[in-house]
């Protein structure tokens, strides 16, 4: 049974007191047991927060009190487990990390495409459609046909815009990441950059996945999400990925049954890119995490 509830968002908004926002938004946040990442920036938030309804609600009543996060909208979903253990609010420059200044959501941006629209443009052999998602994300799930820009970085995005995508020509280009804010900014960047007809999925792929019926999505794989749950499905049910205890990459049930795969140790992903120094110092830290795992099983009997 469900017990959490997952609450996804962002907002770009004016925000030159962020600084801040921090302590009332933690205190607020550990008031109502609510745990996960919040980040402020003077370009507004970006966050997800898991919790109760009760005490997801009111952590965003606090935010949208300010007139500045009034319109604040949330992709929710739900998790059996707690998606996060800690509650973090942090302060940095951009609330997503493009690295490209003068970029402003608020003064231009693409245009908005609903999930109930998407398959549409997806289908117009007109459209160049790219991912802006990095690499391990893209590699276990994406839209069919969605060019993919094999970047580690969001950082690397405009470079790849650039040298993909010939303003001049002015194509059609549509725009999709996991929750929508990474669209905002590069469809803003290629704008600038000349291109005339850019869109992008409204609510990213989240929204798709939970408002497009499963029958008729063109959604191929699963959905990399960045907490505990690792990956969801249609309608947002959690997904059948791990991430690999050496990388932090990924793992599929497929993977795991690789004569290359040692759990806690290497991946398919990361094999060559770990020495066997690190191969064994994984190898050590796993023993140990399984260890406390049975002890905490024990302890639990015990009290039973």
Avoid at 16 to 41: I, K
Avoid at 48 to 76: C, H, M, N, P
Avoid at 248 to 255: K, Q
Wanted: charged share 30%; net charge negative; with cysteine.
């Amino acid at each position: 049974m469900d017990k959490y509830l997952v609450a996804a968002f962002y907002k770009f908004a004016a925000l030159p007191d962020f600084e801040d926002w921090r302590e009332p938004l933690l205190e607020c946040c550990v008031n109502n047991d609510v745990r996960g990442s919040l980040l402020l920036a003077p370009e507004g938030i970006n966050g997800t927060l898991a919790g109760s309804a009760e005490g997801i609600q009111r952590v965003l009543a606090l935010l949208r009190a300010d007139e500045r996060f009034a319109g604040l909208k949330t992709k929710e979903s739900t998790a059996t487990s707690p998606p996060f253990q800690r509650m973090k609010v942090r302060l940095k420059r951009e609330i997503v990390t493009m690295g490209v200044p003068a970029i402003d959501p608020n003064e231009i941006v693409g245009t908005y495409v609903a999930p109930e629209d998407w398959n549409a443009l997806l289908e117009d052999p007109d459209v160049i459609v790219v991912d802006a998602r990095n690499d391990y994300e893209v590699a276990i799930g994406s839209f069919k046909g969605a060019r993919n820009p094999a970047i580690k970085t969001f950082r690397e995005f405009p470079r790849w815009l650039l040298g993909e995508i010939e303003a001049k020509e002015q194509p059609k280009v549509a725009m999709f990441c996991t929750g929508g804010i990474r669209c905002e900014k590069s469809t803003a960047f290629l704008k600038q950059a000349g291109v005339e007809e850019v869109f992008h999925l409204e609510g990213g792929i989240l929204k798709y996945l939970e408002n497009v019926p499963e029958e008729e999505s063109l959604w191929e794989g699963e959905c990399f999400v960045f907490d505990q749950r690792v990956s969801v499905c249609h309608g947002l049910r959690e997904g059948s990925y791990e991430l690999c205890h050496a990388c932090g990459d990924p793992v599929g049930v497929e993977d795991k049954l690789k004569p290359d795969f040692i759990e806690g140790v290497q991946c398919r992903g990361c094999i060559e890119r770990t020495t066997p120094l690190q191969k064994e110092k994984f190898a050590a830290r796993f023993a140990q995490l399984e260890l406390a795992k049975s002890r905490a099983k024990a302890n639990k009997r015990e009290e039973l």
